[in-house]
């Protein structure tokens, strides 16, 4: 589906969470990533790239991208 439409970011957040379940945490920061390229105001997609910074123990960075989803989802 992704290839199919890279610009649907539906598609990047599931990826993203599935990469996350796996614990292939990179692949899930990439797909939150372009994510947030595509949709800025996106705050699942920065949900997901402060768990995957929360699982690297980056425990400022998590805060960062919470308190960011937090903003533009209260």
Known sequence: LWRQDPSNTGVL????????QCRRL???AHFSTLAIKQNPLLAEAYSNLGNVFRERGQLQEALENY???V???P
Not at 14 to 20: A, C, Q, R, V
Request: proline residues 0%; glycine residues 0%; aromatic residues 6%.
């Open 71 to 73: 903003r533009l989802k």
């Open 13 to 20: 957040l599931l990826l993203s969470s599935i990469h996350f």
């Open 26 to 28: 990179d692949k899930s």
């Open 67 to 69: 308190r960011h989803a």
